[in-house]
């Protein structure tokens, strides 16, 4: 296999930790894995922090999807597929054992996307978003002065024709939600072209920009008529079936359960917890309960502001109660969601700092609400993400969920095993922390024990369990949109607007709904044994470091490296 050169970022840090010694063998593949799997996809390697590969510069490219290029991927796959067997897991540390699961389950699934699910042949979104990270993210993160970086949105913007071409020769048919968020999230990127770079543009570039520009944004205009007309012609099911999913489900989720397993656990739980609620809520019903908590809400124009007072707020527990050590120094940006995210981000999300870069920080997406929408639908959303809910949603996203851990994550070393665990961690590593931190501030008494904070929660709650009831049953059961609407509004008491939004999630993705309660079930579970080994000597604060600085193994894995710590 080809030896990769590594990135600046990680000389430098090879040599500032004053080691002098060559990578073992096992280090060394995986340092070439990384480096070689970020090599295949210019935009991932900008978002990663990697700009430099064998004199080529990255951020000025984008993926290649022609034939060749899809070949060349499978190849590299299959060739550290041979490399990675050759290491016999006892010979190796746990630390390692772990990051040889992490690349041979991420090796089988990418050979199942590149060979039976096919995603570039039936999902529009794959480009679109490729193209709106693409061009967004050099936008965004500072990582070279201005200039440079709009150099390269430039070489970019260039290459959108031939990415198009690409793409209509892939896409053989599509599902029609599918196309429909594609031509949606495509009118995102062409306003990020012709107005918010446009107009972000140094004088010094604008005369290149437009010049690059113009047969970009037709490029992006023609691939809207191709989606509504030719693709439009050619439906097909967003479904996996059981077969695909059940294989994608085991190395996405890497739990050892099955899907059925999954499901009976979620669907007890779900009327565990409507018990709960019903309790707390008493005298009054559920439904009425949530409803007086649903009066409770921002404005349109507030919703962003009352997300970063959220955060602080939040900050100020967390830090307080010392329940977390917490990062120092670093960045989070509260921003509007991009609009070519906004498909699959309806509410809000994260978008966490470079690996490579980590200086540069972090996003936390609040998507805002269209200002062409109803008042009735406008009124849904904001009941849904009231005060309450707003606060849970800035806890998981960021304090003391996604943003805490990430920025845990960007500290691993060696830089290989960091970028390892931040580019294919596990998922359930990563939503079961945020979940989990949503109990964890609740449990502990932010708000002063608020009530609706709880109430609020367990409603939270049914909509983790509902998340994987409707991936399994819609994915390999053939649950009807009806269906999938009636149980979230009637058992999980979410407002149609929310509904409706979580239906067109789950069919634009598989495998990943799971995650919420697969991760929050793992997290307790990994809690529990660590406290029944520690006994007397188990301290919150020092789990959770510990766990964190693990970063994101899957959480039968984690359970081991900590009995090993």
């Avoid at 995102?188 to 970009?216: C, H, K, M, S």
Wanted: charged share 25%; with cysteine; glycine share 6%.
């Amino acid at each position: 296999m080809l030896k990769l050169p590594v990135s600046l970022a990680f000389a430098a840090a090879f040599l500032l930790a004053g080691c002098a010694q060559r990578p073992s063998p096992f280090e060394q593949a995986t340092e070439d894995f990384v480096y070689s799997t970020l090599a295949l996809s210019p935009v991932a390697s900008t978002q990663a922090g990697y700009h430099t590969h064998q004199g080529v510069n990255l951020d000025s490219r984008l993926d290649d999807y022609s034939p060749s290029g899809i070949d060349r991927e499978r190849q590299i796959f299959l060739g550290f597929r041979d490399r990675l067997a050759a290491f016999k897991p006892a010979a190796l540390s746990l630390e390692d054992r772990a990051d040889l699961r992490i690349m041979q389950d991420e090796i089988s699934l990418s050979l199942l996307e590149l060979d039976s699910i096919q995603g570039y042949r039936h999902n529009p979104t794959v480009y679109v978003e490729l193209i709106g990270n693409a061009l967004f993210t050099p936008y965004e993160l500072a990582y070279a002065p201005e200039r440079e970086r709009f150099t390269q949105i430039i070489a970019r913007l260039d290459g959108i024709p031939a990415l198009i071409a690409q793409a209509e020769a892939n896409l053989q048919d599509s599902p029609e939600v599918w196309n429909r968020v594609a031509r949606e999230e495509n009118e995102g990127n062409i306003e990020l072209v012709d107005q918010t770079l446009r107009d972000a543009a140094p004088a010094t570039v604008r005369p290149a920009y437009d010049r690059a520009a113009a047969p970009a944004l037709r490029a992006l205009r023609d691939f809207d008529a191709f989606l509504a007309g030719p693709l439009a012609a050619k439906t097909s099911d967003w479904r996996l079936g059981p077969e695909r999913y059940v294989e994608k489900f085991r190395l996405t989720l890497a739990t050892g359960k099955s899907p059925g397993e999954t499901l009976r656990e979620a669907e007890a739980q779900l009327r565990a917890t409507r018990e709960e609620m019903a309790k707390l809520a008493a005298p009054q019903s559920i439904p009425e309960a949530l409803d007086a908590i649903a009066k409770r809400h921002a404005t349109p124009d507030t919703y962003l502001h009352e997300a970063r007072a959220d955060l602080e707020r939040a900050r100020q527990f967390v830090e307080a109660r010392g329940l977390v050590p917490l990062p120092s120094g670093e960045q989070l940006k509260v921003i509007p969601t991009p609009e070519f995210m906004r498909g699959i981000y309806g509410v809000g999300g994260f978008n966490p700092a470079p690996p490579l870069e980590p200086q540069l920080g972090a996003f936390y997406w609040i998507t805002p609400i269209p200002t062409s929408w109803p008042p009735v639908r406008v009124e849904s959303k904001l009941r849904e993400y009231n005060t309450y809910g707003l606060e849970h949603i800035t806890i998981h996203e960021a304090m003391p969920g996604h943003w805490v851990q990430f920025e845990y994550a960007n500290r691993i070393e060696p830089v290989g095993r960091r970028l390892l665990r931040a580019l294919f961690g596990n998922g359930p590593y990563v939503e079961g922390w945020a979940v989990y931190a949503q109990q964890l501030m609740t449990d502990q008494g932010y708000l002063n024990g608020d009530p609706g904070l709880r109430l609020t929660y367990l409603k939270q709650m049914l909509r983790v369990l509902t998340n994987t009831i409707l991936d399994v049953r819609l994915q390999t059961m053939g649950m009807t949109d009806q269906q999938a609407l009636d149980m979230m509004m009637n058992d999980a008491f979410q407002e149609r607007e929310e509904a409706v939004a979580k239906l067109q999630r789950a069919q634009l993705s598989s495998c990943q709904l799971p995650m919420y309660f697969v991760g929050w079930s793992g997290w307790r579970s990994v809690l529990a044994n660590d406290r029944q080994r520690m006994a007397e000597r188990f301290n919150l604060p020092d789990f959770h470091k510990w766990a964190l600085e693990e970063g994101a193994v899957p959480l039968p894995v984690l359970d081991t490296l900590l009995a090993g710590h």
